[in-house]
């Protein structure tokens, strides 16, 4: 991944990662395991958009936890940004994507509070 337009190529999320990863379990434990993503999820992504410190090693925390949620969701964009959030990091570059974060993590939050667009694919 490069660059943020080429996450905005990428679908919101992947349903069959989500499927594969929580396959076999009750209903309720898969909507236990969205709600759980979406609250941790939110403390994440608040913890980067209200870091200053781009050195913060906080920030390279809550990006790679937020990033490996994500997976686990197959929330495909979220997993890109974080990607090109822990290399601008790195490099010690201060744009940092939050606004591309912050937009993103709502869309996939509206997406994920209705219940029905995961289960209807089931």
């Known amino acids: 991944m490069k660059s943020i337009d080429d996450v905005r190529g990428l679908e919101i999320i992947d349903i069959n990662t989500f499927f594969y990863n929580y396959e076999g379990l009750p209903p309720e434990v898969q909507r236990a395991a969205l709600s759980s993503f ?5 403390e994440f992504v608040k ?18 936890s937020l990033k490996t949620m994500s997976k686990l969701i197959g929330a495909i964009r979220i997993v890109s940004i974080c990607e090109l959030l822990e290399q601008k990091l790195r490099a010690g570059d201060d ?6 974060l912050a937009y993103e993590w709502e869309v996939l939050k509206k997406l ?11």
């Open 47 to 64: 913890e980067i958009l209200d870091s200053v410190n781009i050195f913060d090693n906080e920030l390279e925390r809550a990006t790679h």
């Open 38 to 42: 979406l609250h941790e999820g939110d």
């Open 112 to 122: 994920l509070e209705n219940e029905n667009f995961i289960f209807k694919h089931k």
């Open 95 to 100: 744009d940092v994507l939050n606004q591309a």
